[in-house]
């Protein structure tokens, strides 16, 4: 399995961070390359992405959700992958994610992304890591 990890710091607390990251469905809108989620159980989940010019599906549940500290989740059909978001206060009302995913593509299709995965996910990441502080900033309770 390859593993590519990636880790920011948000402007919020760790429980406003949790709230967000921990909604599934939040990443259709935090995420360019997110076509499609659909809830299929309560902790279960169909991602349709799009990813290096193909189309990919995979269901996933959610195996962890410990508010607002850690939340990860593994695949239970399509690319086999797994990930988790560990979250730490990072002082003055900032938290730090660590963010790391875990994958296994078939030979023909590694091939082709393993050239463009590490960055493409730093930017999947940036992207939503950015995504994300705007709707806390915009969410952020008024003084």
Not at 22 to 40: A, K, M, Q, Y
Not at 45 to 66: K, L, N, P, Q
Not at 101 to 113: C, G, H, M
């Amino acid at each position: 399995m390859r593993t590519i990890s990636h880790s920011t710091s948000l402007r919020a607390e760790p429980d406003r961070v949790f709230e967000l990251l921990s909604h599934v469905p939040n990443f259709v809108d935090l995420c360019d390359h997110v076509e499609h989620i659909e809830r299929l159980g309560d902790d279960c989940y169909r991602w349709t992405i799009r990813a290096a010019g193909m189309r990919m599906g995979f269901d996933v549940e959610v195996c962890s959700a410990i508010a607002p500290e850690h939340f990860a989740w593994r695949s239970i059909r399509g690319i086999h992958n797994r990930g988790s978001y560990r979250l730490t206060p990072d002082g003055e009302g900032h938290t730090r994610v660590d963010f790391e995913l875990e994958y296994k593509l078939n030979p023909i299709l590694d091939a082709a992304v393993r050239r463009v995965a590490q960055s493409l996910v730093e930017r999947v990441s940036g992207q939503l890591m950015d995504r994300a502080q705007q709707r806390l900033d915009a969410q952020a309770p008024r003084a």
